[in-house]
């Protein structure tokens, strides 16, 4: 049979495997519920909104009364904030440095310069609201000016969407990426804040806000159906979807005129979002993991908040199971402290938008996620000092500013959940005691090797114990060119050798729809938590594998157990178990590795036990210079691998962590 026979008798077989849960990525209760689109149409929007500009969300520039309602120490430390910058150069976002990108795949130079911009002029129109008093108006608008000026809003890792393809933007061809949005939002935002305050020194100062926003996002929004993300196209979307429509909604609510034009964009932005909802699997996971929910689930929850403020709680979807479950999936995954399940290219130490998540809790009447959004302010120590968001987001700084009152007075609770299942995802998560950190804890994966921001990762899995990280997944490097390109793969940190899995014959796992697991089945009782599955399609022919089933169990109070049972297709092969640790491994006899917490580290001594007649260890040090890596497990991790000495063509391997 050729390769590409067995890549469609596989994907075939992936069809029919309904009970594995991968199919339930369509549902969203649409029989029932309908989408959101069907149910708003553009006639029932028109009737909800409030007119164009007579929604108030927030004080403006001068209200003094209304921003006392923010913590004094807390305005005092956002107009500190922006009198670091006043009177400063806006640096230039040179043309030859958006080439970076396309002459070494360097994404950050002018990322740096861009943000950078973004962040300083968000600081600047907060503490100009807070004070009202014109001392921070011209520099506001200089930097409207200036990024009023920029060629292209976005980054140039996004630009290769226009038609011209990558290099410098096409000024004639408005592209909407994520940073597109993210600006006019943004400038929306100002325009909303300190419009007044800009008129006075030029009203050509608010029309030109409003050209290049309607320009570069509303205009190409409302008439373009073919940007990937809208979900339009057949490609799959992820959190690009309800990121930048919850970036174009604001723009469309603050600053479109037009009521009929606006209840169009909204209707269309739903139509978007009812393409994300269909892609999510029912049990609300998100296959890009906790630190992408915060712009996937969590940028859904910013759509729907603003739709609900703007209508006067008109438009309100937040009691539909979907919605509900998918707030509640970034709780489940949480470990403890600041660690969370990381699959794919998620953190392993995601943050978390304490605001946000305790905001969908209230939402949806979920007290443990409102509890969670609690703990995660207190740990964050926020509503102590200026509340600040990434790109410059007012759309997430003037909520939280407002909500701090509330999300003090929510009881913290730190999710510690005995066990979690995502069927859809075929994640689990177990821990030894329900609300405790103590003892071990496991989450393993099935699903297939072409998810969002996929690793070659089927049948992985990661161990903490007493809340700490033992056995882990890496994670993804800084993002190159290189990252999102045919040779994504080249990177160590996406390859399955890198991770929890065997390597056989020297042969690793194929990325693709068809590379999954099958047979997947997954119990949880008061004494222990197992994951069983079929990872032999994840692996390519030249793998020479017949069959390679995994289980993956926690016994509670006891010990994690890896169990592989194998037959391959000739003897005489290798095999080499791959585990990854963020502590340092100590050979202390034949078959058994002591992982023992650096000295003054919390955590538990465990050892890694194995059959040593059968295998034999060795230890390699992964040096990590990349700061994204490093900002997780410091300055090197761990590579043990377990190498057969002369396996046999069908065996079982039993590898205890205890």
Request: charged content about 25%; aromatic content about 8%.
């Given at each position: 049979?050729?390769?590409?026979?067995?890549?469609?008798r596989a994907a075939t077989r992936s069809a029919?495997?309904?009970?594995?849960?991968?199919?339930?990525?369509?549902?969203?209760?649409?029989?029932?519920?309908?989408?959101?689109?069907?149910?708003?149409?553009?006639?029932?929007?028109?009737?909800?909104?409030?007119?164009?500009?007579?929604?108030?969300?927030?004080?403006?520039?001068?209200?003094?009364?209304?921003?006392?309602?923010?913590?004094?120490?807390?305005?005092?430390?956002?107009?500190?904030?922006?009198?670091?910058?006043?009177?400063?150069?806006?640096?230039?976002?040179?043309?030859?440095?958006?080439?970076?990108?396309?002459?070494?795949?360097?994404?950050?130079?002018?990322?740096?310069?861009?943000?950078?911009?973004?962040?300083?002029?968000?600081?600047?129109?907060?503490?100009?609201?807070?004070?009202?008093?014109?001392?921070?108006?011209?520099?506001?608008?200089?930097?409207?000016?200036?990024?009023?000026?920029?060629?292209?809003?976005?980054?140039?890792?996004?630009?290769?969407?226009?038609?011209?393809?990558?290099?410098?933007?096409?000024?004639?061809?408005?592209?909407?990426?994520?940073?597109?949005?993210?600006?006019?939002?943004?400038?929306?935002?100002?325009?909303?804040?300190?419009?007044?305050?800009?008129?006075?020194?030029?009203?050509?100062?608010?029309?030109?806000?409003?050209?290049?926003?309607?320009?570069?996002?509303?205009?190409?929004?409302?008439?373009?159906?073919?940007?990937?993300?809208?979900?339009?196209?057949?490609?799959?979307?992820?959190?690009?979807?309800?990121?930048?429509?919850?970036?174009?909604?604001?723009a469309a609510l603050l600053v479109e005129k037009?009521?009929?034009?606006?209840?169009?964009?909204?209707?269309?932005?739903?139509?978007?979002?009812?393409?994300?909802?269909?892609?999510?699997?029912?049990?609300?996971?998100?296959?890009?993991?906790?630190?992408?929910?915060?712009?996937?689930?969590?940028?859904?929850?910013?759509?729907?908040?603003?739709?609900?403020?703007?209508?006067?709680?008109?438009?309100?979807?937040?009691?539909?199971?979907?919605?509900?479950?998918?707030?509640?999936?970034?709780?489940?995954?949480?470990?403890?402290?600041?660690?969370?399940?990381?699959?794919?290219?998620?953190?392993?130490?995601?943050?978390?938008?304490?605001?946000?998540?305790?905001?969908?809790?209230?939402?949806?009447?979920?007290?443990?996620?409102?509890?969670?959004?609690?703990?995660?302010?207190?740990?964050?120590?926020?509503?102590?000092?200026?509340?600040?968001?990434?790109?410059?987001?007012?759309?997430?700084?003037?909520?939280?500013?407002?909500?701090?009152?509330?999300?003090?007075?929510?009881?913290?609770?730190?999710?510690?959940?005995?066990?979690?299942?995502?069927?859809?995802?075929?994640?689990?998560?177990?821990?030894?005691?329900?609300?405790?950190?103590?003892?071990?804890?496991?989450?393993?994966?099935?699903?297939?090797?072409?998810?969002?921001?996929?690793?070659?990762?089927?049948?992985?899995?990661?161990?903490?114990?007493?809340?700490?990280?033992?056995?882990?997944?890496?994670?993804?490097?800084?993002?190159?060119?290189?990252?999102?390109?045919?040779?994504?793969?080249?990177?160590?940190?996406?390859?399955?050798?890198?991770?929890?899995?065997?390597?056989?014959?020297?042969?690793?796992?194929?990325?693709?729809?068809?590379?999954?697991?099958?047979?997947?089945?997954?119990?949880?009782?008061?004494?222990?938590?197992?994951?069983d599955l079929d990872i032999t399609a994840a692996?390519?022919?030249?793998?020479?594998?017949?069959?390679?089933?995994?289980?993956?169990?926690?016994?509670?109070?006891?010990?994690?157990?890896?169990?592989?049972?194998?037959?391959?297709?000739?003897?005489?092969?290798?095999?080499?178990?791959?585990?990854?640790?963020?502590?340092?491994?100590?050979?202390?006899?034949?078959?058994?590795?002591?992982?023992?917490?650096?000295?003054?580290?919390?955590?538990?001594?465990?050892?890694?036990?194995?059959?040593?007649?059968?295998?034999?260890?060795?230890?390699?040090?992964?040096?990590?210079?990349?700061?994204?890596?490093?900002?997780?497990?410091?300055?090197?991790?761990?590579?043990?691998?377990?190498?057969?000495?002369?396996?046999?063509?069908?065996?079982?391997?039993?590898?205890?962590?205890?």
């Amino acid at each position: 049979m050729s390769k590409t026979s067995q890549l469609r008798r596989a994907a075939t077989r992936s069809a029919l495997l309904i009970t594995t849960g991968l199919i339930a990525a369509s549902v969203f209760a649409q029989q029932k519920e309908g989408t959101l689109a069907a149910t708003y149409t553009p006639e029932v929007i028109a009737s909800a909104l409030l007119a164009p500009g007579s929604w108030h969300p927030y004080p403006k520039a001068g209200d003094a009364a209304g921003w006392a309602k923010v913590p004094e120490a807390v305005r005092a430390a956002h107009i500190r904030l922006a009198e670091k910058g006043l009177g400063a150069d806006w640096p230039a976002p040179k043309a030859s440095v958006f080439l970076d990108f396309v002459r070494d795949g360097n994404r950050t130079r002018y990322e740096s310069v861009s943000f950078g911009r973004r962040v300083r002029l968000a600081n600047l129109v907060i503490a100009e609201a807070i004070e009202g008093k014109g001392r921070f108006v011209d520099d506001i608008l200089d930097g409207v000016w200036t990024i009023c000026e920029e060629s292209f809003w976005g980054v140039p890792a996004h630009v290769g969407a226009q038609k011209r393809g990558p290099g410098l933007p096409d000024i004639t061809e408005p592209v909407v990426d994520l940073f597109a949005a993210e600006t006019g939002m943004l400038l929306a935002w100002t325009d909303f804040l300190v419009g007044d305050s800009l008129d006075r020194v030029s009203p050509l100062v608010r029309e030109r806000i409003r050209l290049e926003i309607d320009r570069r996002v509303l205009t190409p929004c409302l008439e373009r159906d073919d940007f990937w993300w809208m979900g339009f196209s057949g490609r799959s979307v992820n959190n690009w979807n309800p990121w930048i429509v919850s970036n174009w909604l604001a723009a469309a609510l603050l600053v479109e005129k037009d009521p009929a034009r606006q209840a169009r964009s909204v209707h269309k932005a739903l139509r978007c979002l009812d393409a994300f909802l269909a892609s999510y699997p029912a049990d609300g996971g998100c296959d890009e993991g906790p630190g992408y929910w915060d712009r996937a689930g969590g940028s859904l929850f910013d759509c729907l908040e603003l739709l609900r403020a703007a209508s006067g709680g008109k438009i309100d979807v937040f009691d539909r199971p979907l919605i509900k479950k998918i707030g509640r999936y970034i709780a489940k995954v949480h470990i403890a402290g600041p660690w969370a399940v990381n699959f794919a290219d998620a953190a392993a130490k995601p943050g978390g938008n304490a605001p946000l998540i305790c905001r969908y809790g209230k939402a949806i009447g979920d007290g443990d996620l409102m509890g969670f959004g609690a703990w995660l302010a207190r740990e964050q120590d926020l509503g102590k000092g200026a509340v600040t968001g990434s790109f410059g987001v007012l759309g997430r700084v003037l909520p939280a500013l407002f909500g701090l009152d509330e999300l003090e007075q929510a009881a913290p609770k730190e999710p510690l959940f005995r066990d979690a299942w995502f069927p859809g995802l075929q994640v689990m998560t177990a821990r030894s005691v329900e609300g405790s950190t103590k003892g071990l804890y496991l989450a393993a994966k099935g699903g297939h090797n072409a998810e969002s921001h996929n690793h070659n990762d089927v049948g992985s899995f990661i161990v903490y114990a007493d809340g700490e990280p033992v056995l882990i997944d890496v994670g993804v490097e800084t993002y190159t060119a290189k990252t999102f390109s045919g040779r994504r793969y080249e990177i160590w940190t996406m390859q399955s050798a890198f991770h929890n899995l065997p390597t056989v014959n020297g042969v690793m796992q194929k990325d693709g729809r068809a590379f999954e697991a099958q047979d997947v089945r997954y119990r949880a009782d008061a004494a222990r938590a197992a994951l069983d599955l079929d990872i032999t399609a994840a692996y390519p022919p030249e793998a020479g594998i017949a069959a390679w089933k995994r289980r993956l169990t926690l016994e509670r109070g006891k010990r994690v157990i890896v169990e592989d049972a194998y037959s391959l297709r000739k003897a005489g092969g290798s095999i080499d178990l791959s585990f990854m640790s963020r502590r340092k491994p100590e050979a202390a006899a034949a078959g058994r590795i002591d992982l023992l917490p650096d000295e003054g580290e919390p955590g538990s001594p465990l050892r890694l036990l194995f059959d040593g007649r059968a295998f034999k260890a060795r230890v390699e040090t992964i040096e990590i210079k990349d700061e994204r890596l490093r900002g997780s497990w410091g300055d090197r991790v761990y590579r043990i691998v377990l190498s057969g000495k002369a396996p046999a063509k069908t065996g079982t391997v039993k590898v205890r962590i205890e």
